[in-house]
Protein backbone atom coordinates (compact mmCIF):
# COMPACT_ATOMS: atom_id res chain seq x y z
CA UNK A 1 0.00 0.00 0.00
CA UNK A 2 3.09 2.47 1.15
CA UNK A 3 4.51 1.89 -2.42
CA UNK A 4 0.99 2.57 -4.49
CA UNK A 5 0.74 6.06 -2.36
CA UNK A 6 4.32 6.54 -2.94
CA UNK A 7 3.96 5.92 -6.50
CA UNK A 8 1.12 7.72 -7.15
CA UNK A 9 2.49 11.09 -5.40
CA UNK A 10 5.72 10.81 -7.31
CA UNK A 11 3.61 10.51 -10.56
CA UNK A 12 1.37 13.50 -9.04
CA UNK A 13 4.68 15.68 -9.03
CA UNK A 14 4.44 15.35 -5.16
CA UNK A 15 6.56 14.48 -2.13
CA UNK A 16 5.78 12.28 1.12
CA UNK A 17 7.09 12.57 4.43
CA UNK A 18 7.64 9.76 7.18
CA UNK A 19 6.47 10.47 10.22
CA UNK A 20 8.17 7.96 12.70
CA UNK A 21 6.29 8.56 15.47
CA UNK A 22 3.12 7.13 14.23
CA UNK A 23 4.96 5.17 11.17
CA UNK A 24 2.98 6.77 8.04
CA UNK A 25 3.67 8.70 5.21
CA UNK A 26 2.48 12.47 4.98
CA UNK A 27 1.78 14.46 1.83
CA UNK A 28 3.20 18.35 2.91
CA UNK A 29 1.36 20.84 0.67
CA UNK A 30 2.39 21.89 -2.49
CA UNK A 31 2.35 25.38 -4.28
CA UNK A 32 0.73 25.01 -7.73
CA UNK A 33 1.47 27.88 -10.80
CA UNK A 34 -1.57 29.01 -12.23
CA UNK A 35 -1.79 30.42 -15.81
CA UNK A 36 -0.85 33.99 -16.80
CA UNK A 37 -3.29 36.40 -15.27
CA UNK A 38 -5.89 38.07 -17.61
CA UNK A 39 -8.47 40.58 -17.31
CA UNK A 40 -11.23 37.41 -17.38
CA UNK A 41 -11.03 36.60 -14.23
CA UNK A 42 -12.08 39.69 -13.13
CA UNK A 43 -14.21 41.64 -15.45
CA UNK A 44 -15.92 41.04 -19.16
CA UNK A 45 -14.67 42.43 -22.13
CA UNK A 46 -15.20 45.91 -22.17
CA UNK A 47 -17.46 46.59 -25.77
CA UNK A 48 -16.21 44.99 -28.68
CA UNK A 49 -14.55 41.81 -29.03
CA UNK A 50 -11.91 40.95 -31.65
CA UNK A 51 -9.77 38.05 -31.66
CA UNK A 52 -6.06 37.70 -33.41
CA UNK A 53 -4.76 34.10 -33.85
CA UNK A 54 -1.05 34.24 -34.63
CA UNK A 55 0.08 30.93 -35.90
CA UNK A 56 3.91 30.95 -35.66
CA UNK A 57 3.21 31.66 -31.71
CA UNK A 58 0.54 28.99 -31.19
CA UNK A 59 -1.56 31.86 -29.83
CA UNK A 60 -5.13 33.22 -29.35
CA UNK A 61 -5.26 36.37 -28.77
CA UNK A 62 -8.57 38.54 -27.42
CA UNK A 63 -8.86 42.02 -27.57
CA UNK A 64 -11.16 44.28 -26.59
CA UNK A 65 -12.50 48.45 -26.63
CA UNK A 66 -9.57 48.76 -23.69
CA UNK A 67 -7.12 46.59 -25.48
CA UNK A 68 -5.76 43.51 -24.95
CA UNK A 69 -7.71 41.07 -22.76
CA UNK A 70 -6.08 37.54 -22.84
CA UNK A 71 -3.92 34.71 -24.51
CA UNK A 72 -4.46 31.54 -24.87
CA UNK A 73 -2.09 28.73 -26.56
CA UNK A 74 -3.79 26.90 -29.76
CA UNK A 75 -2.77 24.07 -31.84
CA UNK A 76 -3.78 23.66 -35.24
CA UNK A 77 -3.85 21.26 -38.55
CA UNK A 78 -0.53 20.29 -39.93
CA UNK A 79 3.00 20.91 -38.40
CA UNK A 80 3.66 23.16 -42.04
CA UNK A 81 1.21 25.52 -40.62
CA UNK A 82 0.37 26.69 -43.83
CA UNK A 83 -2.32 28.33 -45.24
CA UNK A 84 -5.60 26.24 -46.25
CA UNK A 85 -5.76 25.31 -49.81
CA UNK A 86 -8.67 22.46 -50.27
CA UNK A 87 -10.54 20.28 -48.57
CA UNK A 88 -8.92 17.52 -46.76
CA UNK A 89 -5.37 19.32 -46.64
CA UNK A 90 -5.56 19.66 -43.08
CA UNK A 91 -4.46 22.93 -42.89
CA UNK A 92 -6.14 26.39 -41.02
CA UNK A 93 -6.68 28.65 -43.28
CA UNK A 94 -5.79 32.81 -42.80
CA UNK A 95 -8.02 35.84 -43.14
CA UNK A 96 -10.55 37.36 -41.79
CA UNK A 97 -13.16 35.36 -40.74
CA UNK A 98 -16.20 35.53 -38.19
CA UNK A 99 -18.13 33.43 -36.14
CA UNK A 100 -20.98 32.36 -37.55
CA UNK A 101 -22.57 29.65 -35.08
CA UNK A 102 -22.00 28.77 -31.21
CA UNK A 103 -22.55 25.09 -29.57
CA UNK A 104 -21.70 22.48 -27.14
CA UNK A 105 -19.86 19.89 -28.95
CA UNK A 106 -19.95 16.16 -27.88
CA UNK A 107 -16.44 16.22 -28.94
CA UNK A 108 -14.92 18.60 -28.18
CA UNK A 109 -16.08 20.57 -25.26
CA UNK A 110 -17.35 23.70 -26.76
CA UNK A 111 -17.21 24.50 -31.14
CA UNK A 112 -17.30 28.18 -32.40
CA UNK A 113 -17.61 27.98 -36.45
CA UNK A 114 -16.34 30.26 -38.70
CA UNK A 115 -17.34 32.22 -41.83
CA UNK A 116 -14.61 29.63 -43.88
CA UNK A 117 -14.63 30.29 -47.33
CA UNK A 118 -15.35 33.71 -47.01
CA UNK A 119 -15.03 35.58 -50.76
CA UNK A 120 -11.31 36.32 -50.31
CA UNK A 121 -10.71 32.38 -49.38
CA UNK A 122 -12.86 31.41 -52.85
CA UNK A 123 -10.46 33.86 -55.04
CA UNK A 124 -7.30 32.22 -53.52
CA UNK A 125 -9.04 29.04 -54.07
CA UNK A 126 -9.91 29.39 -57.68
CA UNK A 127 -6.22 31.18 -58.45
CA UNK A 128 -4.97 27.78 -56.89
CA UNK A 129 -6.57 26.12 -59.05
CA UNK A 130 -6.81 28.04 -62.37
CA UNK A 131 -3.12 27.93 -61.63
CA UNK A 132 -2.78 23.69 -61.42
CA UNK A 133 -1.40 24.47 -57.93
CA UNK A 134 -4.63 22.30 -56.88
CA UNK A 135 -6.18 19.64 -58.60
CA UNK A 136 -9.18 20.52 -60.85
CA UNK A 137 -11.96 18.63 -58.75
CA UNK A 138 -10.60 20.04 -55.40
CA UNK A 139 -13.43 21.99 -53.16
CA UNK A 140 -12.59 24.83 -50.76
CA UNK A 141 -13.54 22.83 -48.27
CA UNK A 142 -15.68 24.24 -44.82
CA UNK A 143 -16.35 23.44 -41.21
CA UNK A 144 -14.11 25.37 -39.74
CA UNK A 145 -14.09 26.71 -36.31
CA UNK A 146 -12.29 27.23 -32.96
CA UNK A 147 -13.09 24.12 -30.31
CA UNK A 148 -11.90 22.29 -27.29
CA UNK A 149 -9.95 18.93 -27.38
CA UNK A 150 -10.87 14.80 -26.82
CA UNK A 151 -12.10 14.75 -23.33
CA UNK A 152 -8.47 14.30 -21.01
CA UNK A 153 -6.68 15.57 -24.18
CA UNK A 154 -5.14 18.60 -23.14
CA UNK A 155 -2.36 17.65 -23.39
CA UNK A 156 -2.03 18.00 -26.75
CA UNK A 157 -1.70 22.16 -26.73
CA UNK A 158 0.50 21.64 -23.57
CA UNK A 159 2.78 19.88 -26.51
CA UNK A 160 2.23 22.03 -29.71
CA UNK A 161 1.01 19.14 -31.06
CA UNK A 162 -1.39 20.00 -34.13
CA UNK A 163 -3.92 17.45 -35.13
CA UNK A 164 -7.11 19.15 -36.40
CA UNK A 165 -8.48 19.13 -39.22
CA UNK A 166 -7.78 22.68 -40.06
CA UNK A 167 -9.20 24.11 -37.06
CA UNK A 168 -7.78 25.92 -33.99
CA UNK A 169 -8.21 23.83 -31.24
CA UNK A 170 -7.38 25.11 -27.51
CA UNK A 171 -7.72 23.55 -23.40
CA UNK A 172 -11.42 22.79 -22.75
CA UNK A 173 -11.16 24.94 -19.97
CA UNK A 174 -9.77 27.44 -21.90
CA UNK A 175 -12.36 26.55 -24.77
CA UNK A 176 -15.26 27.34 -22.11
CA UNK A 177 -13.73 30.43 -20.93
CA UNK A 178 -13.81 31.87 -24.52
CA UNK A 179 -16.94 30.62 -25.72
CA UNK A 180 -18.81 32.37 -22.29
CA UNK A 181 -17.68 35.83 -23.41
CA UNK A 182 -17.37 35.69 -27.01
CA UNK A 183 -20.31 36.67 -29.42
CA UNK A 184 -21.08 35.26 -32.44
CA UNK A 185 -20.29 37.59 -35.28
CA UNK A 186 -16.56 37.99 -33.25
CA UNK A 187 -14.11 39.00 -35.99
CA UNK A 188 -11.59 35.98 -35.85
CA UNK A 189 -8.29 37.19 -37.63
CA UNK A 190 -5.75 34.09 -38.12
CA UNK A 191 -1.92 35.10 -39.66
CA UNK A 192 1.18 33.25 -39.69
Not at 112 to 124: E, F, K, N, V
Not at 141 to 151: F, Y
Request: aromatic fraction near 10%; hydrophobic fraction near 35%.
Amino acid sequence: MKTAILLSCLLAGSTLLHDNSVGSFTTPSVSVKSKPVSRVASALPVGTVRIVVDKSNYELQVYDDKGWYATYPVVFGTNTLADKCMEGDRCTPEGTFRIVNKRPHEKWNRYMGLDYPTAASIARFNDLKRRGAIPKNATPGGGVGIHGTWPHDDYMIDRYSNWTNGCISMKNSDMTELYSYVPTGTVVVIKR
